[in-house]
């Protein structure tokens, strides 16, 4: 059993970047991949990054490539997403979410355990 607490969410301003954490209970994190998604109001939740259970393969969504770079310390239990260039349809909750596959997969039936979400609003 993992449980799965994000962090790091809020209100910016488009251009701005936020870093968003997600902190793992349980000893086995480095055996997950981790990825985070997220769910705009009014439509479906979506993927935006995924990584490895080793750190070493990363795959983003054509939205967010170049702009979202997705991290993890297993030492630290911890994946990270670090958001920069904001825009405002960045706005949604973002969950974090952990598979027993240790490959990194935009597919959500893939992942086993999820996070509550975390807000991040962007607008002016």
């Known amino acids: 059993q993992v449980q799965l607490g994000e962090s790091g969410g809020g209100l910016v301003q488009p251009g701005d970047s936020l870093r968003l954490s997600c902190a793992a209970s349980?000893?086995?994190?480095?055996?997950?991949?981790m990825g985070w998604f997220r769910h705009p109001p009014g439509k479906e939740r979506k993927f935006v990054a995924t990584?490895?259970?080793?750190?070493?393969?990363?795959y983003y969504a054509d939205s967010v490539k170049g702009r979202f770079a997705i991290s993890r310390d297993n030492a630290k239990n911890t994946v990270y997403l670090q958001m920069n260039s904001l825009k405002s349809e960045d706005t949604a909750v973002y969950y974090c979410?952990?598979?027993?596959?240790?490959?990194?997969?935009?597919?959500?039936?893939?992942?086993?355990?999820w996070g509550q979400g975390t807000q991040v609003t962007v607008s002016s």
């Open positions: 979410a952990a598979g027993r596959a240790a490959w990194a997969t935009s597919n959500s039936q893939d992942y086993d355990y």
């Open positions: 990584i490895s259970s080793s750190g070493g393969n990363t």
């Open positions: 349980g000893r086995t994190f480095s055996r997950y991949a």
